[in-house]
Each structure stands twice: as structure tokens, then as C-alpha cells.
């Protein structure tokens, strides 16, 4: 038996929701294969702010550093995000939690699900068959930077800079997440003009020789990022710093129709933090419409993190047969939805009982499902 803690962060709008549902999943998960996960749920973001005056509480830091891994659901809060004054934002309480941590590494995987692509914007020739894995470094680079204003208040800066020993240590998970897939590693940079990118081109091309059954290719970061829609096939494993990461991954989100199926994973030294890529979409919040693929697909990715791969897999397993059994929210299914709550429990069910798997296909497929 299996036994880890693991720490619940629901945060903001539809965070508590979806995080509901992926909770629900790895208590399958548990059940299924006689593990025990010790779930402690606390505050971060907008719902601290408005507790104690903290996005970041000391507790739930503790808590975090504490844990074999974290489950995060979305933070923001209109109330927050309307007005530019505001000193004490939620999302400061996730880049401490990812400075404290050490999360340096943010893994996206991007996949077009054949049943979905009609939902994309992309025509279904351009996407079918994608399936990447973005690397981003995440605690470097211009967003933590040196930043300010010049004296007479009418010039800004914000510095980037980079070490070798930053780059390298996500190089390293980028080069074996590719030895494990099709042996393809892109670099997207801007080498051409900017000298912590040219430093990020230096480094990935000594580690090259370290990893001699990689195939890697090098791109500006404007030419990638109208690659991404125009042939996103070609790309297997992308390694980016933080700011074009940024960009790249959400731009890359179209691809799989629905924010809501996306999932991701930071990951540093010791405690690795997973959570869907959407936001908190405050105006879904109590209306059960939220799509928690995102958030239990991240539980793959912990279950992964925590060397449980036949838990993980059985888990998109159960998300394919939901897409492919047509056990969708509304974005996805506007004229025959499914809530938040069932596409979790239907999800939840199928990790849980495979000996009923058949007879519940059955019953969805004729309007009577068996989910609760």
C-alpha cells in the first residue's frame, strides 16, 4: 500500500468545484488499488486575501512544504483583477508559492482528442494527431527580473537575466521526457537578439552530446509560435524560458478546443504542484458548468510525479472513455450537457468499479446514467 499526503489548495471561482471532482478521482484511485492519500484542503489566493489579508498564508505554505504533492485549482477574483490599486493580489500568493517551493519547471502536455476536433478553431487536418509536451522555465527570466521606474516617473525596465545552472536543470527533465517519447526536443529562443537567449541556445547545445538519441531543432520564438498553429504535428517536446512560455502554452491551448481539458504540472527538487491551466472563470462559479477534465487529468500527472504510472493511466483511460462516451460539460456538449459533477462522478466511477464499466456505458449511452 501506497500512502502520501497530499495538499488540496481549491482556491478561487470554479477552483473548489473542479478540485471537488479531481479529489474525487484519486479517492477511486485509493480505493481501486488499496492506497491512502491524506488530503488536507487550505486557503490560497482571493479566499485567503479575504481571510486573513494573505493570498499566501503561513499555514497553508507549511502545509504545501509538507505534502508529497499539491493540488491547485484556479485563483483569481474579478474584485481584484478590476482594480489596478490593489496592493495584495492572489496571484502573488502563486509565484511565492512557486519562489518557495523551488517550482522551477512548468510541464504542459497538449493533446488533440480525435472525438474534439471539431471544437478547436484550427482546421482538423492542421491539428489531428498533436501531441506535445511544453517545458517552461518558471522562476526565472524578465517576470523576476529586476523591474522599477526611472526617476521622473516616465521610463520602466524590467531586466532578464538567466544562469547556466538555471537552464540546465529544466534541460535535463526536457531531454528525458523526450527520450521517453519520440526523441524530438525543440528550443524556442530568441538567439537572434537577445543575449540570455543565446546563452539558452549555448547550454542546450552542450547538453546535446549528453543525450545522443535526441533529435533537437532550434526556433525563434516568432517563427514557433505561427509553427504551433500552422503544424503543431511536428513538435514533440518544446524547452522554453518563462516569458515565452508563457505565451506559447496558452497559444498552444487552442488546439485541444476547451481550456478545460488541459492539465499542467510545476515541478522543483522536492514538491511538485499540479493544476488545470484555466482560470478561475468566476462567472461559471455554482453554476455546475465548469469542465473538470483539466483538473483530473492533472491528477495523472501527480499520480505520475508520485511513480504510480498504471494509476495515472487508468485515469485517462477513464477520461477518454467520458470524451468518447460524449460525457461532456457545455462548452463541449451545449445541447446535451453533462454538469460538473456528473462528468466527475462518471470519471470516478470508471477508476472504481471496471466490472461495471460496460453496463454504465450502456446506461449513459440510453439517458439513464448510473452516475450520482
Known sequence: MVSKKIAVLPGDGIGPEVCRQAVKVLEAVADRFDHHFDLSSHLMGACAID?????????????????????LGAIGDPKYDHDPSARVRPEQGLLRLRQELGLFANIRPVRAYDVLLAHSPLKKERIQGTDMVIFRELTGGIYFGEKGRTADGEGAYDHCTYSRPEIERIAHLAFRAAAGRRRKLTLVDKANVLETSRLWREVVREMAAQYP?????????DNAAMQVILSPTQFDVILTENMFGDIISDEASVIAGSLGLLPSASVGEAVALFEPIHGSYPQAKGKGIANPVAAILSVALLLEHLELDAEAALVREAVDEALNNGILTPELSPTAPYTTEEVGNYIAFWIADSREQQWNRVNVEIGTSTII
Open 213 to 221: 538519441e535526441i533529435t533537437v531543432d532550434y526556433l525563434f520564438v
Open 51 to 71: 481571510a486573513t489579508g494573505n493570498p499566501l498564508p503561513d499555514e497553508t505554505l507549511e502545509a504545501c512544504r509538507a505534502a508529497d504533492a499539491v493540488l
